[in-house]
């Protein structure tokens, strides 16, 4: 990867995020956005199996939290979220769901 004039490096994504994949076949939770690739707003749907905490943030390729957009206590259930992208520049960015029972993240892009 390359960055506005500060060279070029090369991470692997482990070192970037700890991730702890999940999917909705395993009763945990989920998440998805769409579309993919992103241009003005996204649509970022998940699903949660009970009543717990949970925080969503956006990260970048170097793994710094861009934003919070969501960081609260939840009723089981799917919820919808409209995320206004138009603060991101074009670029690979991650959507990270965190609750008491694991991680979903997601990949997108910004065009």
Do not use: C, H, M
Request: avoid cysteine; proline fraction near 5%; charge should be neutral.
């Amino acid at each position: 990867a390359g960055s506005d004039g500060y060279g070029i490096w090369k991470r692997p994504l482990a070192e970037i995020l700890s991730l702890n994949e999940l999917s909705a076949t395993n009763n945990q939770l989920s998440t998805k956005i769409s579309p993919n690739p992103v241009n003005n707003s996204a649509n970022i749907n998940y699903q949660l199996p009970l009543r717990e905490p949970i925080t969503i943030k956006i990260i970048d390729l170097t793994g710094r939290e861009i934003t919070t957009l969501l960081d609260e206590v939840k009723e089981k259930g799917d919820f919808n979220l409209i995320y206004n992208t138009s603060n991101l520049t074009n670029g690979l960015y991650f959507l990270k769901a965190s609750t008491s029972k694991g991680i979903s993240v997601t990949k997108f892009i910004k065009e």
